[in-house]
Structure formats: structure tokens, C-alpha cells
């Protein structure tokens, strides 16, 4: 109890901090705003700035300005407009990241409210604070700026991180949402409000049909940044979230259709029918279009990762710039950019995964997130901001009735379309899905931003629009946002399964795709599986030979994922290992001799496998502590350079291969008491320690304790020739049985002394000790075939 | 169009209508396509299916071919396989990919996953002894690997092994050393795959539209 006074205690105190940081930065920014506006006027007086500093180069040479006098040379001086703009961009994410910092400290919060609301707020506090200081508020929402800058990289995690099997499996559902629903919304918001506007008492008269119906487009588009930001929170289940998610990323060739459709032909005041069809194939072209453009930007992606094995360090640039090339070719052509990143991201990743290094992966995803959020941070800042700089020509009538149609639009186009989707689909779509699948169509910053883009000219009712949009958004972020958790709950709607794929799930996840494709054939029609299927033959054969390096292209789906599970598992233990939290496995302690069938101990014509005392294997501990601690001091001043330098990386294939051998090495070496620590009646392949330990790193420990607490080290008999294949199985660390000593050594990013680091099964993919190759005299000792007993008492262990 | 058929064996339709829940056009599409693949005659062997193209790129095709001859999906509790299989047979067989109606409590959802459940089971199950054992498995994950190779050996075992340590492993928690796990039942069948939706996953969309003269079915005759 009192220490979670203490710990809010704190947490208040560094929220005070914060304040207190965030309050200075608040004050410089509009002081620094200020002083903006006056360097401006003055350098635009002296012809631009950088005239401005040429002038005072040029005095210190040649000849003598007329009326110059000569001043004390300048010892410290303040050039603000020389670093202006940087330094207020700067400040910008600066105040985005603290904000995103401080609202984390305070849980209850956060809770309640989600944090794109609390973003608008700050954007609000902020525009105020900068008006209430006399300066005039910067126009940040600039459309250049939004769709150019903050917009790709939120586009862009959702597009490499999307979920492709859920999004297939949903395609048509999706389709259906974003380009039927977008266009009714459009014409159902637009066409209405035209009729409003009609009518007498509201003084719109003057708002024409095209305007409206150009209005009626932006506002109806479902906005992915906000969608994502809301329900990234909620926790939904995959199919729902991927239902209003893919709309989001979809309706954007429609809306981009839509609204330069309506934008062109407001000025000439009517649409003919070929205008209509012309929109009808610039539809058509604008998404196929960007789709083809970003699958083209993908596989260039895809192919040129094929040859970065020896420059590691620059690979996932490749990722982020082609792909925002992708983006801006696409709105070179004014075909949807969103859907080209979408296609660049989904095409590109699978083979540039299995090209990268892991640490490159993780480089990318790193990036990728931490861009995606303050991008994500900044939107809702600078809405709430643009919402304060104005101007606002505020209607009721038109509001209202926006907000309203609105709501409506969407719930009848929802049901309507679920009523025809669900005549199609194999599971179907109940109440409860639609509801959520309407309520969570929120409008966010494209809107906004497309509303900024119109001519003032041709739209003089442009002020209105946007307040209306701004209307729409805040009631949709606020409104729907806040209640739509409390409604999830309440209505009991199936949250996302957080299990972790399991290795049974993936196999029969596999054998199902080849049954259904099987039964498919049998009953004779060509399914979605039998295409499914083919599509994945043509991948295999064609595809991944061009785009995948090295001899990787060949390994089937489930040894991927296996190996790749494997490893994720390795890395967990690492992680977890070292600390107090264990994995929550089920505390199960079966093992391989369990499942084993019983097989008679073959004949002991192998060495025996050494059997140390306490005492020894305490000394062993020791030297091996020691000689690991070395090689991790070694390894730590690495530069640039040197990371590159993995040998491991690139040691892949030859890695499969040797753990083939080994696997069959291992079969000679059958002996195994069930008292030494690792159970079982082989020194089971790698494979089978490393899976024992995923389900349960508690098995060590428990089984431990029923072998007297006496730690054994078991050291294969490698042959001599292959000197990393060292088995080097449990190692216990004396803090004690429970939490710590079991870990697995990760490259040599891993500066915490965890005691003894060991490897549970010798051949660790990236696991393996760079120490392995690095240190000579540890590699002899590991490699060491084992020592008679006799050796054993009088040498120390490493040679 | 099919329905010309159907009317003709109303009542036989009706029968097998209510039997395995299919509607009147797909059991006449069925029909027609048996009678394809049996080149016209009343029972079906496991040549025919072998003949069908396009499953001759399928890993597991000796499996599925062996579940539409296995008995024990015959829904008879019968045991055992044949040698031949009748339309109604074929029929019961199939009706295990059909979706689950759009309104179901929620036992007869589990009642219908059990059911797709149980065929996967008997599908590993070869040798019908109520338990998935360490070589049927290994069996299974071979054959879902065979196609890549000689590199798909070894890990095959590795990938078998690894899966039944975790069934074990989540089934029966702690065990002996010296204890033995059989192999997987049917239960804990039911307990690692119930984060699969089975229900609805493993469907196929039965038509109600004849389509099938558009595919190429391309068999060669019975002899």
C-alpha cells in the first residue's frame, strides 16, 4: 500500500516536472514565434536574409561600406532565423513526445479518455496559450505538410505490419465498405444537405449542389489515423478491427475520385453523365493504379535487399525510402497514395524479412512505430491548433444537420451493406459487428486536410465547410471515442486473442489450407482455396527464387515460422531470464522421455558423459564465467563497422546444414541418466530443449530440486571439426532455483551480468556466442570431447 | 439446369437433405460430380480420386483420399475402411465442410466443431486407437512437408517432437519422468486447437449453382 503511495507520489512529482518542462518549452515556442515575425519583415527588407549575411561577409574584405561604424566585435550573438525553422519543427516533436510521455504517467487517465482526444486538447491549450500571447497562430495543418510529411509513415506501419491472411480472407467485405459505403455516405450526406440548405429559413441558398456533394465526399471518408488511434486501445477482435481498418486504408481512391471529380466540375456547375463515367474508370485507374505502383516500388524493395548481406547496416533505409517513393509517385500521378504504400509495405515484406538481418527487422519496426507515432501525436496537436487559428464561420443549421446525417449515413449504409455482404460470406457478420463496424467510423485529419485544399474563390463557403469538418471530428473523436470502450464492454464483444501461436496451430493451420484446397479439387469447383493455393505454387517457384537471397527461397512455410518461433522463444527467455517475471507457461515438467516411446539404452560403447562434483562444477563456472565475461567486454566497443560484421547472420545456411549434422551426431549419443539435468533419453536435438524450455523454463528449476540441487554441465561430444556445435545444456546460476540464471545469450547487445549466461541447446540460431569464434581458448575448452575422470581432478578445466 | 435431376429423386434427396443438412441444388451438384468422378457408375474408388489433377500437387492427398474411405466418417460408428464408397457416403463425408448456420447456440457450435474436429482426428489417427501418437504425428508433419525435400526430414521429426511436447506440456502439466504419454486423445485434441476457429475455418462454399462444367476436370477413363 504505502508503496504505491510512494510510487504516486512520484509519479505526481514527475508529472510536476513535466509540467514544468512542457510549461518552458510552451513559452519558448510562442516567444520564439514571436520573435519569427520580426526577422521576417526585416530580412524581406533587406532583399532575404541570406543577402542579409552575405552583406556582413562582405565587408570584412574588400572595401568599406560608406556608412559603416565600426562596433566591438561580436563575441556572442543571436541568429535565430538562421536555424528558425528546424528548431521550431523540433520543438513541435519535442512537445508531441513529452505530451505522449506525461499522459502515460497518469494511468487513470488514460484509461478513461483516449489519447487522441487528449491530443486535441493540448492542441487547443497550445493555440490558445499562442493567441492569448498576441502572436498569430502558425498554420500548421498545411496540406503540404500533412499529406506529404505526417501522413506516410502512419500509412506506411499500418501497411508493412498488416495482417494479409485476415485481409484477404476479407477482401470482399472490405471492398464493399470502403467503395459502396463511401459513395452512399457521400451522396446520402451530400444530396440531403443540398436539400437542407434549400430550404428557406437557414439563409444557405447560396450553397450549391456540387459544393455540397463535394462536402458530402470528404466528410463521409472514414479516417484511418484516427481509426487506428481508437481502437488500438479497445483491443476488438482481428475481423472487426480489419474490417473498419481496411475501409479506412481503402476509401481513399474513392474519396481522392470523388473529391477531384467535384472540385473540377464545381466551377462549370453540373456533371454530365460521361463526367460520371469518366469518374467511374478514374476510379478504376486511381486504384489499380496506386496498387501497381506500390507492388512495383515493393519488389524493386524486394530485390535490392536480396544483395545487402555485406552492408547490413543500411537495409532498412531501403525499406523506408522506397516505399515513400512509392507514396510520392503515386501522387505525382494523383492515383491514391495510401493504397501504393499499402501495396509497397504488404509486397515488400515477406521477402525482405527473410533477407534482413533480425537486427535490421527489428530496426525497421522500431522506426517505423516510433515515426508512425508522433506523426500520429502531431495530427492531433496541430488539429487542435488548426481549430483555435480559425477561421470559423460557425452555422448551426449546417453543423447540426452534418453531424447528424452523418451518424445517420452511416448506420443505415452499414446495415444495408451487411444485409447484401452477408448473403456471401461464410460467417457472417452479426448485430453486434455492425454496430461496432458503424460506430467506429471516425472522421479524423484527411478531412480536415482535404477541406484546407479548396479554393477560396470557388468556395466561398469554405470557412463553413470547415467548421462543420472540425465539427464532425471532434464530435467523432470525442464522442464516439470515448464511449466506444465502455460499449465494447458492454456489449460483450469478442476482444482480441492474445495466445501466442503455437507450433500445433501453425501445422494444422497449414494442413487445413492443403485439406479444404484438397476437397475443393474433389468437388470439382475452383474455390478461393484453389486459388489460394496456386497463387502460393507460383510464389514458390517463381518468385522467391528472384527475390530472396541465397538458399533461404527453399524453406517451407512451417520450418520458417518454426525457426522463427524458436528464436522469438530463445530471445523471450533472455529477456525474461534475467528478471523476476517469469513466462506464464503452464508449470509443466514433461519432457521429452515422456513422449519418447521407451527404447532400450543402446550399448555404452560412447564415452561416459562426465558427471562433476559440486566443487568442480563450481570452478567450471567460474573459468566459464570469466572467459564470457571477456569476450563481452571485447565485443563492447564496437563501431559502425563492426556491427556489420556478423558472422552469424550470414552463416544461416551453413548453420541448417551443421545443425543437420549434429542432429544425426546426436543420435549417437543416447546416454543420459534421468538425474542429470536435462531429462530425456537423448541429449534431444536442440530443437526439442529449446521447445521444452518454451513451454516451460520452470521445468529446469523444479527438476533441479529433485536431483539434489547438484547443477551438471553437459558437454557433447562434438567431434573436433565442427567447433561450434557445442551442446552445452544447463547451467544454473547459485542465486537460486527460482527466477534467475536461465537465459540464453543474445549477440552482444546484452550488457546485463546475469550471472552465468548458458545456452540450453548448443546451437542457438543468433544465440550462439560470438565469443564462439572470437575467443580460441574458450572454443578449445568447449569443444573440448570431455575429459576422463582422472584428467578431471587435477587440471584446470581450460587448457 | 441441376434441378431437373433433383426432381426426379425428390424423395432420396430429401432423405440425404436432412441427413447432412445439404440444400437440394448443392446435393444435385454433388451428384453430378460424383457421378463424374465414378465415371457414371454407383460407387466410387480411391482410383477415381487419385485420377483428379489437381490434387496431385497436394501434400496430403493419400490422407484426404483415405478420409472419404474411412468409415469412421461415416457417421455409423463404423470401423475400419472400404473399398468403394456410395453418393450418400461421399455426401456425409463432404457435409463435414459445411458452414455452420448463421444462428446457433453455442452448443451447437461446439457440436458442430467437435464434429470437424473429430475428422481432422481420425485423419491423423490412422491406426484407430483412440490416440494420436508420437509416429502418427511425425507422419503427419512429413507428409505436410514432403514436398521440400531432403531438408524436410530431419526437421519434420523436430517439428513433431517439439508439437507433442506441447500438447503434453499443456495437457497433462506435471509428469514423472519415468511416465509415459501415450499420444494425444481426442480431448486434448479439442484443448490445443480450440484457439483455431474451427467452425469457421475449416468450410468450403458449396455451390448452388451449377458450375462444374466450367472446371477442367480433365479424368481419364476408369480403365
Not at chain 1, 481513399?252 to 456533371?271: C, I, N, P, Q, W
Not at chain 2, 457450435?109 to 474436429?117: F, P, T, Y
Not at chain 2, 521440400?148 to 530431419?154: D, P, T, V
Amino acid at each position: 500500500m504505502s508503496v504505491r503511495v510512494a510510487l504516486h507520489s512520484r509519479s505526481f512529482l514527475e508529472r510536476g516536472l513535466l509540467l514544468l518542462v512542457i510549461l518552458i518549452f510552451l513559452e519558448g515556442t510562442v516567444l520564439t514565434l514571436g520573435a519569427a515575425s520580426s526577422p521576417d519583415i526585416s530580412a524581406q527588407d533587406n532583399t532575404g536574409g541570406h543577402d542579409h549575411l552575405d552583406d556582413h561577409r562582405g565587408i570584412a574584405g574588400s572595401h568599406v561600406h560608406p556608412n559603416y561604424t565600426k562596433k566591438a566585435f561580436p563575441v556572442l550573438s543571436l541568429d535565430y532565423h538562421h536555424i528558425q525553422v528546424p528548431f521550431e519543427i523540433s520543438l513541435w516533436v519535442l512537445l508531441a513526445s513529452l505530451m505522449k510521455l506525461g499522459f502515460h504517467l497518469i494511468p487513470q487517465l488514460s484509461s478513461i479518455v483516449p489519447e487522441s482526444c487528449l491530443l486535441i486538447v493540448v492542441g487547443l491549450l497550445v493555440g490558445g496559450l499562442i493567441k492569448l500571447a498576441g502572436e498569430e497562430v502558425p498554420p500548421v495543418l498545411d496540406s503540404n505538410l500533412f499529406f506529404l510529411c505526417l501522413l506516410p509513415p502512419i500509412i506506411l506501419d499500418a501497411g508493412y505490419f498488416l495482417p494479409i491472411r485476415p485481409f484477404m480472407e476479407n477482401i470482399g467485405t472490405i471492398l464493399m465498405f470502403a467503395v459502396v459505403g463511401t459513395l452512399w455516405n457521400a451522396f446520402f450526406v451530400g444530396g440531403l444537405l443540398y436539400a437542407v440548405c434549400q430550404i428557406e429559413g437557414t439563409y444557405l441558398s447560396q450553397v450549391e449542389l456540387l459544393p455540397c456533394l463535394l462536402f458530402g465526399s470528404i466528410i463521409s471518408a472514414v479516417d484511418p489515423v484516427a481509426v487506428l488511434a481508437v481502437f488500438e486501445e479497445i483491443h476488438i477482435n482481428e475481423l472487426l478491427h480489419i474490417l473498419v481498418f481496411g475501409e479506412s486504408l481503402l476509401n481513399d481512391a474513392v474519396t481522392v475520385v470523388l473529391y477531384h471529380l467535384f472540385e473540377e466540375y464545381s466551377g462549370a456547375g453540373e456533371v454530365t453523365p460521361m463526367d460520371v463515367v469518366l469518374g467511374v474508370i478514374c476510379f478504376l485507374i486511381v486504384s489499380l493504379g496506386g496498387i501497381a505502383v506500390g507492388a512495383i516500388y515493393g519488389i524493386l524493395a524486394a530485390f535490392t535487399s536480396r544483395f545487402t548481406s555485406h552492408t547490413r547496416v543500411i537495409e532498412p533505409l531501403f525499406v523506408f525510402v522506397y516505399s515513400y517513393m512509392a507514396y510520392l509517385s503515386a501522387e505525382m500521378f494523383h492515383l491514391s497514395g495510401i493504397m501504393a504504400l499499402i501495396a509497397c509495405g504488404a509486397v515488400m515484406r515477406p521477402y525482405v524479412e527473410a533477407n534482413i538481418s533480425h537486427k535490421s527487422h527489428t530496426t525497421v519496426k522500431y522506426f517505423l512505430k516510433m515515426w508512425s507515432s508522433v506523426s500520429e501525436t502531431l495530427i492531433f496537436i496541430f488539429l487542435g491548433v488548426a481549430t483555435v487559428a480559425g477561421p470559423h464561420a460557425w452555422n448551426w443549421t449546417f453543423v447540426s444537420v452534418t453531424v447528424i446525417l452523418c451518424l445517420v449515413s452511416r448506420v443505415i449504409g452499414v446495415v444495408g451493406l451487411t444485409f447484401i455482404i452477408n448473403k456471401f460470406r461464410i460467417v457472417k457478420l452479426t448485430t453486434k459487428d455492425q454496430f461496432i463496424v458503424a460506430y467506429g467510423g471516425l472522421r479524423g485529419a484527411i478531412a480536415f486536410s482535404l477541406g484546407y485544399l479548396l479554393d477560396k474563390n470557388l468556395f466561398p463557403m469554405r470557412t463553413m465547410f470547415l467548421t462543420a469538418i472540425i465539427t464532425e471530428i471532434f464530435f467523432t473523436v470525442f464522442v464516439q471515442g470515448m464511449t466506444i470502450k465502455p460499449l465494447v464492454d458492454l456489449l460483450a464483444v469478442k476482444k482480441k486473442q492474445e495466445a501466442k501461436r503455437s507450433i500445433n496451430e501453425e501445422i494444422h493451420t497449414q494442413f487445413l489450407d492443403h485439406l479444404l484446397t484438397g476437397i475443393e479439387d474433389i468437388c470439382g469447383h475452383y474455390g478461393h482455396h484453389h486459388w489460394k493455393d496456386k497463387l502460393n505454387r507460383f510464389n514458390k517457384k517463381y518468385i522467391k527464387k528472384c527475390l530472396i537471397a541465397g538458399e533461404r527461397y527453399k524453406e517451407p512455410q512451417l520450418i520458417a515460422f518454426y525457426h522463427k518461433m524458436e528464436f522469438k522463444q530463445a530471445i523471450e527467455l533472455v529477456e525474461s531470464g534475467g528478471g523476476v517475471k517469469l513466462p506464464s507457461a503452464v508449470p509443466s515438467q514433461v519432457s521429452m522421455q515422456n513422449i519418447q516411446p521407451k527404447k532400450l539404452p543402446p550399448p555404452v560403447a560412447e564415452r561416459a558423459l562426465p558427471q562433476f562434483t559440486k566443487g568442480r562444477e563450481e570452478e567450471i563456472r567460474k573459468i566459464l564465467r570469466s572467459n564470457l565475461q571477456k569476450t563481452r567486454q571485447r565485443l563492447r566497443s564496437y563501431n559502425r563497422h563492426t556491427l556489420v560484421a556478423d558472422p552469424f547472420e550470414d552463416g544461416w545456411n551453413d548453420f541448417i546444414l551443421k545443425k543437420q549434422r549434429l542432429i544425426e551426431l546426436e543420435k549417437k549419443v543416447r546416454l543420459m541418466s534421468n538425474y542429470l539435468t536435462v531429462p530425456g533419453a537423448t541429449p534431444d536435438s536442440p530443437t526439442m530443449c529449446r521447445a521444452r524450455l518454451a513451454s516451460d523454463p520452470n521445468a529446469f528449476y523444479n527438476i533441479k530440486a529433485s536431483s539434489d540441487g547438484v547443477p551438471t554441465i553437459q558437454v557433447d561430444l562434438a567431434s573436433p571439426q565442427s567447433p561450434d556445435s557445442v551442446n552445452m545444456l544447463n547451467e544454473f546460476s547459485k542465486r537460486g532455483a527460482t527466477g534467475q540464471g536461465l537465459g540464453q545469450r543474445e549477440g552482444a547487445d546484452r550488457d546485463e551480468d546475469q550471472g552465468l549466461m548458458m545456452k540450453p541447446a548448443g546451437k542457438g540460431e543468433k544465440g550462439e556466442e560470438e565469443g564462439g569464434n572470437k575467443n580460441p581458448g574458450l572454443m578449445r575448452c568447449l569443444s573440448d570431447p570431455g575429459p576422463s575422470n582422472e584428467d578431471e581432478e587435477d587440471e584446470p578445466f581450460l587448457p | 439446369m441441376g434441378t431437373l435431376q433433383s426432381l426426379s429423386d425428390e424423395p432420396e434427396y430429401r432423405e440425404l437433405a436432412e441427413k447432412t443438412g445439404f440444400s437440394f441444388e448443392q446435393i444435385g451438384i454433388l451428384h453430378k460430380r460424383f457421378k463424374q468422378l465414378s465415371h457414371n457408375e454407383n460407387t466410387l474408388r480411391r482410383a477415381d480420386l487419385d485420377t483428379i489433377p489437381d490434387l496431385a500437387c497436394n501434400p496430403i492427398r493419400t490422407q484426404i483420399i483415405e478420409a472419404f474411405f474411412d468409415k469412421r466418417n461415416f457417421h455409423q460408428n463404423g470401423d475400419g475402411t472400404v473399398e468403394e464408397i456410395s453418393f450418400e457416403e461421399f455426401l456425409v463425408v463432404m457435409s463435414h465442410f459445411r458452414p455452420p448456420a448463421l444462428n446457433m447456440t453455442e452448443e451447437q457450435r461446439e457440436k458442430v466443431r467437435r464434429e470437424k474436429l473429430r475428422f481432422l482426428f481420425n485423419m491423423h489417427n490412422t491406426d484407430n486407437d483412440g490416440t494420436i501418437t508420437l509416429e502418427e504425428y511425425r507422419h503427419v508433419v512429413e507428409e505436410l512437408l514432403s514436398r521440400s525435400g531432403a531438408l524436410g526430414k530431419e526437421t519434420a521429426k523436430g517439428i513433431a517432437d517439439a508439437a507433442m511436447l506441447e500438447v503434453a506440456s499443456i495437457s497433462m502439466g506435471h509428469m514423472e519422468p519415468d511416465e509415459f504419454y501415450e499420444g494425444i486423445t481426442f480431448e486434448h485434441f479439442l484443448k490445443i486447437l480450440k484457439d483455431i476457429e474451427i467452425e469457421t475455418r475449416m468450410n468450403i462454399r458449396f455451390l448452388n449453382m451449377d458450375t462444374t462444367t466450367l472446371c477442367n476436370t480433365g479424368l481419364p477413363s476408369r480403365e
